[in-house]
């Protein structure tokens, strides 16, 4: 493999790749290119309030997971409900079967 400047020349072409796109960076912005900024925010129909659709995916997460909190809540206080009726009604062995379903 040839060396250029005591490198290999995989080496050497990276390293100059890595030179020539450092210089292209958000405080470097080339003049003649255009730049186009995406927001986060659209106007509702009557242009004067704004709307953050970050915001809307924030708070939709949000009620996602309490809602998932809320459901594993639930499900354990029925499976608290059920080993109970098995305990008075079957027997310890009924629990420990109920125990071991997935």
């Not at 493999?1 to 450092?22: D, G, I, K």
């Not at 927001?39 to 995916?57: C, F, G, K, W």
Request: glycine share 4%; no cysteine; net charge negative.
């Amino acid at each position: 493999m040839p060396a250029v400047r005591n490198q290999p020349l995989l080496v050497y072409r990276f390293v100059n790749y890595l030179r020539r796109t450092q210089y292209g960076g958000l405080t470097q912005v080339p003049g003649s290119d255009l730049i186009r900024l995406v927001s986060e925010e659209i106007l509702t129909d009557d242009n004067e309030n704004r709307v953050n659709l970050a915001d809307n995916q924030a708070i939709a997460e949000y009620l996602e997971a309490q809602q998932l909190e809320e459901q594993q809540v639930l499900r354990h206080a029925v499976k608290q409900e059920f080993e109970t009726y098995l305990q008075e009604n079957l027997g310890q062995d009924a629990v420990q079967g109920l125990r071991l379903l997935p």
